[in-house]
């Protein structure tokens, strides 16, 4: 029976009519998946998870789960179990079939039905766990409710069965299995390390909450690779945890919980030694990349607060320029995290909170919160405040300099530095910069390149480490003015005074590092990445920025010429090249260390022409890892730095 039709009642219009939309909801679902869940890539796949996931963190929320098991299974089918009040097995009067089948089968119904609790209702999340099933060759729903274990199976959406009571239980709680459809993802292959770093999340964001993740694929000792996800402290430890790295600057996370109009406000923030603002934000746990009202109310309570501390104190007295906003908040480290009724998202990846209402109700809990912490702990305050007049110092000599820096290229003719050589292109669409590491490299790249629209840019050893350097330093290093005149772009401040990147005048699309296959040249790699990432983000965030690859290996056999990425390409080489026999009789094989050991022709056929070349685009997939990555590299304190090598000892040691 596909969709119960022997149940209709005859005469019965509105069911065969609810009946049919429910029908086309979920082939809408398989026709155009992307509009459900983002893409049906590897983060489609994932979302799969999350939007199971989410179901059980609301059961959490509303107070009825303490834990939730995920089990990625050996043919990559994967499995959500939580323990709280079960989808209902019930009839649903209207529909006349199971609630479980109805949440099951039916697009968006899966919600609650109680309306005190947080539902996403926004972003991509939330779509329900319908979608999950029409998405999946297989899955299976078991509820433990009412003393009974309920089961139902379906196929692409579409149940194979009635719901079955398969036994009797004291438990309650969810399970839901599924094998994601092949015929629609691109991939099916879950990855540890997403699932492991979203777990994680969700501890931080629902203290006291048990999540596990077990890998069946993944065998160690008799046992699958297992492991929990708590934590008692909550956005306290995610503080702490993101700037492990980092020193501090307080004794410990200030912590703000408040409620307001329904909306319920959690933050943890502490200051450190860097030069950055860490902000992570969350409306529902859901992660809100752009920031929003939420994150807005957070920073104006900051600069509110400790402006006028400040100011009564008569700390800013002495200062002959103004303190800006961003003052405040260098060397800042804050969890902001909202709990919404019906959240509205905004901005293009709808990454950004848009309820206006929030932005006061967040900066009064934070501002209340801040005043007695800064009456009690004067000693952090005052650490606090000297930190925010040297930031405004150092901002103010870095507007000099940028100014100076600035000016001097005003006046230079083209403005663009002697060592570039540029290409004739004037379209930035299809013009390419490339990065190279050192003077002779850049030769041999001047000489290979196709000059149309390829313009070369050598940098001599290694440029400033930008994590440890004042701005203003940044702005007299020879290397990083450079590339600051040859892109074309520069740093103005917005009305606010706040830093922002403009791009009018960009001369390229393609930023291309090129670098030595060795471990030198993969810290330079980072050096310069690490640049960008603090500097000219919205170029790595828009895909301009790419790594070339040079081979590892030229392997030869007359005049046959194979290059080689790697040792499997190699050993292919060898065998094409001697054909049966097997025998390396007469295989010359170059082990390429650096750019230089290869003529311009060389460069050009394997690491430039677009038809050949590998190149990999640098993308922020995640703007928390790669933050606490550049700083754990680049770093004062050595264990977490030293742990991070070895824990990738393989990339560090290409040349070994
Ligand atoms: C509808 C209503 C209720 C709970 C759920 C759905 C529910 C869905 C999922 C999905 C995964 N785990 C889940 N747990 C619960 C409310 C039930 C009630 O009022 O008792």
Redesign the pocket.
């Known amino acids: 029976m596909s969709k119960g039709e022997n149940k209709q009642k005859p005469g019965n219009q509105d069911y065969s009519a609810s009946n049919i939309t429910a029908l086309e909801g979920l082939e809408a679902v398989r026709k155009r998946p992307g509009m459900y869940i983002g893409s049906t890539d590897i983060k489609g796949l994932h979302h799969l998870v999350w939007e199971?996931i989410d179901?059980?963190i609301d059961?959490h929320l509303a107070g009825h789960c303490s834990r939730i098991d995920t089990v990625i299974h050996p043919d990559n089918a994967l499995s959500v179990r939580?323990d709280?009040?079960?989808?209902?097995t019930g009839m649903h009067e209207k529909l006349q079939k199971s609630a479980l089948e109805v949440?099951m089968t039916v697009l968006h119904a899966g919600g609650?039905?109680?309306k005190d609790t947080y539902k996403v209702s926004g972003g991509l999340h939330g779509v329900g766990?319908s979608c999950v099933n029409a998405l999946s060759e297989d899955l299976t729903a078991t509820v433990w409710r009412d003393g009974r274990i309920a089961e139902q199976k379906y196929q692409k959406g579409k149940p194979v069965a009635d719901v079955a009571f398969i036994g009797e239980t004291e438990e309650t709680g969810?399970a839901?299995w599924f094998k994601p459809d092949q015929t629609i993802f691109e991939t099916t292959e879950y990855k540890w390390d997403i699932l492991a770093g979203r777990l994680r999340e969700l501890s931080y964001l629902n203290k006291g909450l048990v999540l596990t993740l077990t890998d069946e694929r993944n065998i160690e000792g008799g046992k699958p690779r297992q492991e929990t996800f708590y934590s008692e402290g909550g956005l306290r430890e995610f503080v702490i945890k993101l700037d492990e790295s980092k020193q501090s600057l307080i004794e410990k996370p200030i912590h703000v919980t408040g409620k307001s109009d329904n909306v319920e406000v959690e933050v943890a923030m502490q200051y450190n030694t860097s030069y950055q603002e860490t902000i992570y934000s969350y409306v529902n746990n859901i992660n809100t990349r752009e920031g929003g009202t939420h994150v807005r109310g957070f920073r104006m309570a900051v600069n509110r607060l400790f402006k006028s501390y400040g100011e009564e104190n008569g700390f800013f007295n002495k200062l002959k320029f103004k303190i800006s906003g961003e003052d405040f908040r260098e060397g800042l480290t804050a969890v902001v995290s909202v709990k919404v009724p019906e959240p509205q998202f905004k901005g293009q990846t709808k990454g950004e909170l848009g309820n206006s209402e929030v932005t006061s109700i967040v900066s009064q809990c934070v501002g209340e919160v801040l005043k007695h912490y800064l009456e009690e702990h004067p000693r952090d305050a005052k650490r606090i405040i000297d930190k925010v007049i040297l930031a405004a110092t150092a901002r103010h000599a870095a507007r000099k300099a940028r100014e100076m820096v600035q000016r001097k290229n005003a006046l230079s003719g083209s403005g663009l530095p002697g060592k570039l050589s540029d290409c004739s292109s004037r379209d930035p669409g299809i013009s390419e910069l490339y990065l190279v590491e050192g003077d002779s490299a850049g030769g041999t790249a001047k000489q290979g390149r196709d000059r149309k629209f390829q313009a070369i840019l050598p940098l001599r050893g290694k440029i400033l480490n930008v994590e440890k350097a004042m701005e203003h330093k940044i702005y007299e290093n020879e290397e990083i003015k450079n590339i600051f005149t040859a892109l074309g772009v520069n740093i103005v401040e917005n009305e606010d005074g706040e830093r922002v990147l403009n791009l009018e005048k960009l001369r390229y699309h393609k930023t291309i590092i090129m670098c030595d296959a060795d471990v030198d040249g993969s810290h330079i790699v980072t050096l310069i990445l690490t640049f960008f990432f603090r500097y000219m983000k919205p170029l790595i965030e828009r895909g301009y920025i790419y790594i070339a690859t040079p081979p590892l290996y030229l392997v030869k056999k007359g005049k046959s010429e194979r290059y080689c990425w790697n040792d499997e390409e190699r050993k292919a080489a060898i065998q094409e090249l001697t054909g049966k026999s097997g025998s390396e009789s007469g295989v010359k094989i170059q082990r390429y260390k650096g750019l230089g050991e290869m003529n311009a022709g060389q460069l050009w056929d394997t690491t430039m022409n677009p038809e050949n070349r590998i190149l990999r685009q640098v993308s922020i997939v995640d703007a928390m890892e790669a933050d606490s990555v550049f700083s754990m590299l680049m770093g004062d304190e050595v264990p977490p730095r030293r742990a991070f090598i070895e824990a990738n000892a393989k990339y560090a040691n290409v040349d070994v």
Do not use: L
């Not at 709280?84 to 209902?88: A, E, K, L, Q």
């Open positions: 199971v179901n059980s059961e939580d709280g009040r079960g989808i209902p949440v609650k039905f109680d766990v969810t839901i």
